[in-house]
């Protein structure tokens, strides 16, 4: 037998070829990959439930390329009459607390009452390298493979808080799709909660016992804007601090003024990695969605959230179109310099940009 021939043998360009692999095949499949179907075919696909189509839409809202961007508003525009019929759900903690192993014991319960449940999951990147690690999806490998969940790990970019940019474009396709319950999970570092908290209906804050985390909690503020506080991993040896946290968290909850929603925020034990205490957080969230339904303030929220995006697009699109301005970009690195060199001052080179 010719030698070339044989299994583990190299092709021509010298690289181990394996008998059953076609390679045309393999090239075939790869362009078909790099080329994006029509806006149209998308949006026909997203409102079927088609998953692939949604990653590949929410991949293009993400991206800052131009061409890209008109094809995200055409998909968004076109989304979006089949939006806003789910509940979105802000979930947040700091680091360490527990908020993968909640949302896969939390989504895998509404998987199971025959909700469609994405999940949103805001990976931090890196200040230095710009890199994310995005590893979302292993951290929750029971609910990806659940047939009604969806988990898209998306790289903060730098923005707000650790908030992705585009969140809540990628909101109104999951809806289109058809899930009716929307997780964002936030890193849990600095202003992300603000962020998230003007694109949710209900915003849960995790919380753990025994960390030195309780008086923290109170004193900055973030009991404001909760509508439930979840003391995880109360289990064990951990029980009994959990059930004194609930205690103090209950007593701080009372001295905040009431909500214009009428709601009355709820502390709540749990145990992620047991299961349990799932369904009480469940029975707590419907009650909300009802009340504030009822009352009018959950389509209220949703009027005002919508007010603060469209402020918030105009500064992001401002920003971007002023610092990729030829002339901005040319004289700012000569004011760069001048400030070197101690001939200007911060605000006097702002002043000399801002009025070109």
């Known amino acids: 037998m010719d030698k070339h021939n044989k299994s583990g043998s190299k092709s021509q360009e010298g690289h181990p070829q394996h008998p059953f692999i076609n390679t045309a095949h393999l090239k ?9 179907p029509s806006s149209e075919d998308l949006i026909s696909k997203i409102l079927s439930g088609d998953m692939t189509s949604l990653s590949r839409a929410i991949t293009l809202i993400e991206s800052t390329n131009s061409k890209h961007c008109e094809q995200a508003n055409t998909l968004i525009k076109g989304c979006l009459p089949y939006a806003n019929n789910s509940i979105r759900i802000g979930i947040t903690g700091v680091p360490g607390v527990g908020k993968s192993t909640f949302i896969e014991s939390f989504g895998t319960y509404l998987t199971n009452l025959n909700k469609k449940v994405a999940v949103l999951a805001i990976d931090p990147s890196s200040s230095l390298t710009k890199g994310s690690i995005l590893g979302d999806k292993t951290r929750m490998e029971d609910l990806v493979k659940k ?22 474009e990628a909101i109104i396709l999951c809806e289109a799709a058809g899930f009716n319950i929307i997780l964002v999970e936030t890193v849990g570092v600095g202003q992300s909660e603000i962020a998230v908290h003007s694109m949710v209906d209900f915003f849960l804050l995790m919380k753990l016992a025994g960390a030195g985390d309780e008086l923290q909690g109170i004193k900055r503020g973030i009991i404001e804007m909760a509508d439930s506080i979840v003391i995880n991993k109360a289990d064990g040896d ?4 959990a059930k004194l946290a609930k205690v103090e968290f209950e007593n701080a909850l009372h001295l905040y003024p009431k909500k214009m ?17 799932i369904s009480n957080i469940w029975e707590d969230i419907e009650t909300y969605h009802n009340l504030t339904k009822n009352n009018a303030h959950f389509s209220k929220q949703r009027h005002e959230q919508n007010k603060f995006w469209l ?14 301005d030829v002339q901005v970009q040319k004289e700012l690195k000569s004011q760069l310099k001048l400030l070197e060199q101690n001939k200007t001052s911060p ?3 702002a002043e000399y940009i801002l009025n070109l």
Do not use: Y
Not at 147 to 168: D, I, M, Y
Not at 311 to 324: A, G, R, V
């Open 28 to 36: 075939s499949i790869k362009e078909k990959r790099q080329q994006f």
């Open 261 to 277: 929603s009428q709601w009355q925020p709820k502390v709540t034990l749990c145990s992620a990695l047991k299961d349990e205490g």
């Open 147 to 168: 047939k009604n969940a969806f988990v898209r790990p998306s790289a903060s970019g730098g923005s707000l808080g650790g908030v992705a940019r585009k969140t809540r």
């Open 311 to 324: 402020m918030q697009t105009i500064k992001n699109q401002l920003h971007q179109s002023f610092f990729n």
């Open 238 to 241: 951990n029980l009994i601090n």
């Open 347 to 349: 605000f006097a080179a």
